[in-house]
């Protein structure tokens, strides 16, 4: 059950991050004004530490989740507690944004190759939709010349 748990967190992360990035080049009102949201998350990923050690699973679950909720608090003393704009500009704000991007990709891997190991099946779903925010993320971001 624990699996479905991890799966559908996992599901929700991805899904909302696509939407984050699809709209963040030509709405960025809509999402200045709904990405608290996404921070809810941290609630499900704090209950799934407490079902680890409640249902004795794999350590790597509450590894995983752990290293989800370092990114959830990162994103919000970076976004709502500093306001800092680390995504501007990655030459400059390249100490901001080591630590998001290392933290970023860790929960990503974690939200696929958890489930792969329960299913084939979810696994490539959530391969697939890492690719889709892969893709989104790049295309809204502003070409670097030079």
Known sequence: MFEVFFFILGLV???????DF???KTRLVIL????WVYLLLAIPAAYGIVLVAQEQKAI???IFLGIFLAFLVLEWLYDFVLKINFRENWRQNWKWLAP???LY???NYGFVVMPWKTSL???LVMLGLFIIQIIANLRSHPKING
């Open 13 to 19: 992360n991805s899904l909302f991050l696509i939407f």
């Open 22 to 24: 699809l709209i963040r």
């Open 32 to 35: 200045q004004r709904i990405g």
């Open 60 to 62: 790597h679950y509450g």
């Open 100 to 102: 998001y991007l290392a």
């Open 105 to 107: 990709y860790a929960m």
């Open 121 to 123: 099946a979810w696994g």
